[in-house]
């Protein structure tokens, strides 16, 4: 049996045909043209799930379910989507709505789930009964996995992580609260600290490496500078990481997961983002002489997305 995985993104939609070992069989996309409204949308990702079924298989009986992963919260109580802000979704009837198309199971779930469920079938967290997936992007995700399993919990928001209070009466958020972790842990926060500083030292070398121009501050910009020694940069840098440890060993008192994989942007700092988690993490877990989780680098990219979406209806 084979699963079809639909990654549903605010500007395009990518489906592939999954086999019980995460392999992508064929994979096809489409754009998500968001402002023709939600059925077509899901009319787009039900002829999608068809066509790129029909270069893997021989008949839609060898599909034994649908999973669709999107960039907002599902309640599979109800079958429906209460909020999707990349699409403008507000109380969707996904599961009504691929009914019209399709007899198969459907399953969905938060796009950052299924990319920790994707590590856990097929990635580096491969074989791990806990593990936690966080995604270093705009704002802060994540996927809890727990026996092969993603669990959002009874009201779809279980991994809403990045939401997570770290920093009391903190950064205001763009969800209303102030303080929460992806205000700190996200690309985003380097950005806007490499912004701060610029304009405070309009001679230091972050605001240089753009030309005088802050707006073109990017969290790589620090990144990038702090690998080659920038004062300014490293301690952008090295603060940065002590909030996002911070939020990683609340994860860890929380789950005690046997590894946490991070994606993202901010990831892409690599062995150099690593090498600082692991000087700092040590001095904030509870137990210091017990093992705890090995913080690695997501492996799948951006084949994830389709891989954790046809996993959920394994």
């Known amino acids: 049996m084979v699963y079809i995985g639909v990654d549903?993104?605010?500007?395009?939609?990518?489906?592939?045909?999954?086999?019980e070992q995460g392999n992508i069989l064929a994979?096809?996309?489409?754009?998500?043209?968001?402002?023709?409204?939600?059925?077509?949308?899901?009319?787009?990702?039900?002829?999608?799930?068809?066509?790129?079924?029909s270069r893997a298989v021989h008949d839609m009986?060898?599909?034994?379910?649908?999973?669709?992963?999107?960039?907002?919260?599902?309640?599979?109580?109800t079958g429906r989507v209460p909020f999707c802000t990349n699409l403008g979704w507000h109380d969707v009837p996904l599961l009504a709505e691929m009914r019209k198309y399709t007899d198969l199971p459907v399953f969905a779930d938060n796009d950052a789930t299924v990319a920790g469920l994707a590590e856990a079938v097929a990635g580096v967290s491969k074989g791990c009964n806990v593990s936690i997936f966080v995604t270093l992007?705009?704002?802060?995700?994540?996927?809890?996995?727990?026996?092969?399993?993603?669990?959002?919990?009874?009201?779809?928001?279980?991994?809403?992580?990045?939401?997570?209070?770290?920093?009391?009466?903190?950064?205001?958020?763009?969800?209303g609260n102030k303080g929460c972790w992806e205000r700190y842990a996200s690309a985003t926060a380097i950005i806007r600290e490499g912004r701060r500083y610029a304009k405070l030292h309009p001679d230091c070398a972050i605001l240089k490496a753009v030309d005088?121009?802050?707006?073109?501050?990017?969290?790589?910009?620090?990144?990038?500078?702090?690998?080659?020694?920038?004062?300014?940069s490293m301690e952008i840098f090295d603060q940065y990481v002590y909030h996002l440890c911070v939020g990683l060993v609340n994860l860890i008192n929380l789950?005690?997961?046997?590894?946490?994989?991070?994606g993202g942007g901010v990831s892409h700092a690599g062995q150099f983002l690593l090498d600082r988690?692991?000087?700092?993490?040590?001095?904030?877990?509870?137990?210091?002489?017990?093992?705890?989780?090995?913080?690695?680098?997501?492996?799948?990219?951006?084949?994830?997305?389709?891989?954790?979406?046809?996993m959920l209806g394994r």
């Open 212 to 232: 005088g121009d802050a707006s073109k501050i990017e969290a790589r910009t620090v990144i990038d500078l702090a690998k080659q020694g920038d004062p300014a």
């Open 27 to 53: 994979k096809d996309s489409c754009p998500t043209g968001v402002e023709r409204g939600y059925a077509a949308v899901i009319e787009d990702i039900a002829g999608l799930c068809t066509r790129v079924a």
């Open 255 to 262: 789950y005690d997961p046997e590894i946490i994989a991070l």
């Open 8 to 19: 549903l993104g605010g500007t395009g939609i990518k489906a592939g045909v999954v086999d």
């Open 137 to 175: 992007g705009t704002g802060v995700g994540g996927g809890i996995i727990m026996g092969g399993k993603a669990y959002s919990g009874p009201h779809g928001i279980a991994s809403e992580i990045g939401h997570m209070i770290t920093v009391a009466g903190g950064e205001q958020c763009t969800c």
């Open 61 to 77: 009986s060898e599909v034994k379910a649908i999973g669709i992963g999107l960039p907002g919260i599902y309640v599979p109580s």
């Open 277 to 310: 988690v692991n000087a700092i993490l040590p001095g904030l877990v509870f137990y210091k002489t017990m093992p705890y989780a090995e913080v690695k680098l997501a492996a799948l990219g951006n084949d994830a997305g389709i891989i954790g979406a046809a």
